[in-house]
Nanobody, 124 residues
């Protein structure tokens, strides 16, 4: 049982910043930790895009469109994944969804859990 609480979206002007947070909780974390985690975004009628992800070892990857502007990080103690978004552009406007992958030795594999989404709107 895993719940993801996603927050931090809002309306900002171009060039502004937002920080998204995804806090995972549930009894599973008594026996397992988050493996990989990341953020997707999808605007209505648009293709779903992987924005950033982070591995259990801390390696990060970014979409070309956000490289150098966004930073993904994680707090192992709090089971929280964050996305710092700087120098926002109108094309960043989208609904952002976080996910966490949990590898349980009893489940025998990875289960992906999704946040509810948070809207980011960047005005020109």
């Amino acid at each position: 049982q895993v719940q993801l609480a996603e927050s931090g979206g809002g309306l900002v002007q171009a060039g502004g910043s937002l920080r998204l947070s995804c806090a995972a909780s549930g009894s599973i974390f008594r026996i397992a930790n988050i493996d990989s985690a990341g953020w997707y975004r999808q605007a209505p009628g648009k293709q779903r895009e992987l924005v950033a992800d982070i591995t259990s070892a801390g390696s990060t990857n970014y979409a070309d469109s956000v490289e150098g502007r966004f930073t993904i990080s994680r707090d192992y103690a709090k089971n929280t994944v964050s996305l710092q978004m700087n120098n926002l552009k109108p094309e960043d406007t989208s609904n952002y969804y976080c996910y966490v992958d949990v590898n349980s030795r009893f489940a025998g594999g990875i289960t992906r859990y999704w946040g509810q989404g948070t809207q980011v709107t960047v005005s020109s």
